[in-house]
């Protein structure tokens, strides 16, 4: 690893724990090869696949938008692909790894899957590895920062009813689930930020011993 991969990789990672509540996901990753076909709602979406993929000792390859690339060059380093490089796209897939794509083409508001582009389908069977939908959420829950929260479908050949699936399975995961616990069934990859009650609980209980407890008498506290 060089000095510029290792320093955008610290930095990148370091966000993730500072900002981040933490990183869940459910479902098996693919033993080797494969596309894995995500929605793309959020500013973090590529952070978030950067870190599962370090997680796993995997290097990040994300197909990003050609003209954002261009403004990011620095993501290169990390293992970023542009949308129009495909050979080397398929010659990584074909060597075991895996390829992240967000097949709406675009930053999206909306819950809903949009429209999706061909490529993830073409780059898989150009590959000839699985095609594998994943849903991704970032979302603020009952805590002061956003939780993360990715569920791996199973290979699939109709990607828009593969990805529309998931994306409602954990639509209705997060809606159904206590917002204070994290989704019963997701593995956490990543410990990030404490709320500031977390934080200052510790030192509470500090203070409370050294203190002592307040004795009630007659009339009133005293301590």
Same mark, same amino acid.
């Given at each position: %690893?060089?000095?510029?991969?290792?320093?955008?990789?610290?930095?990148?990672?370091?966000?993730?724990?500072?900002?981040?509540?933490?990183?869940?996901?459910?479902?098996?990753?693919?033993?080797?090869?494969?596309?894995?076909?995500?929605? /793309? /709602?959020?500013?973090?979406?590529?952070?978030?696949?950067?870190?599962?993929?370090?997680?796993?000792?995997?290097?990040?390859?994300?197909? %990003?938008?050609?003209?954002?690339?261009?403004?990011?060059?620095?993501?290169?380093?990390?293992?970023?692909?542009?949308?129009?490089?495909?050979?080397?796209?398929?010659?990584?897939?074909?060597?075991?790894?895996?390829?992240?794509?967000?097949?709406?083409?675009?930053?999206?508001?909306?819950?809903?899957?949009?429209?999706?582009?061909?490529?993830?389908?073409?780059?898989?069977?150009?590959?000839?590895?699985?095609?594998?939908?994943?849903?991704?959420?970032?979302?603020?829950?009952? /805590?002061? /920062?956003?939780?993360?929260?990715?569920?791996?479908?199973?290979?699939?050949?109709?990607?828009?009813?593969?990805?529309?699936?998931?994306?409602?399975?954990?639509?209705?995961?997060?809606?159904?689930?206590?917002?204070?616990?994290?989704?019963?069934?997701?593995?956490?990859?990543?410990?990030?930020?404490?709320?500031?009650?977390?934080?200052?609980?510790?030192?509470?209980?500090?203070?409370?011993?050294?203190?002592?407890?307040?004795?009630?008498?007659?009339?009133?506290?005293?301590?």
């Amino acid at each position: %690893m060089d000095l510029v991969e290792s320093s955008f990789r610290t930095l990148i990672r370091r966000t993730v724990r500072r900002d981040l509540r933490g990183v869940w996901l459910r479902g098996a990753l693919p033993p080797g090869g494969a596309v894995l076909a995500l929605n /793309h /709602h959020s500013w973090w979406d590529g952070y978030v696949l950067a870190e599962v993929c370090w997680t796993f000792g995997r290097r990040p390859s994300v197909l %990003m938008n050609d003209e954002q690339l261009a403004r990011f060059a620095f993501f290169r380093a990390l293992g970023v692909l542009g949308t129009r490089e495909l050979r080397p796209a398929v010659r990584r897939a074909r060597a075991g790894e895996w390829l992240w794509i967000f097949p709406e083409g675009r930053l999206t508001p909306g819950p809903a899957v949009v429209e999706l582009q061909p490529g993830a389908a073409w780059l898989a069977r150009a590959a000839g590895v699985p095609l594998v939908p994943v849903a991704l959420r970032v979302v603020l829950r009952g /805590h002061q /920062h956003p939780e993360a929260y990715l569920r791996i479908g199973t290979p699939t050949a109709d990607l828009t009813r593969g990805l529309a699936s998931e994306l409602s399975l954990l639509d209705q995961e997060l809606t159904g689930s206590d917002p204070e616990w994290p989704l019963a069934g997701y593995l956490q990859l990543t410990r990030g930020a404490r709320d500031v009650p977390e934080r200052l609980e510790g030192p509470s209980r500090t203070l409370t011993r050294l203190l002592g407890h307040p004795k009630k008498r007659q009339g009133g506290w005293r301590t």
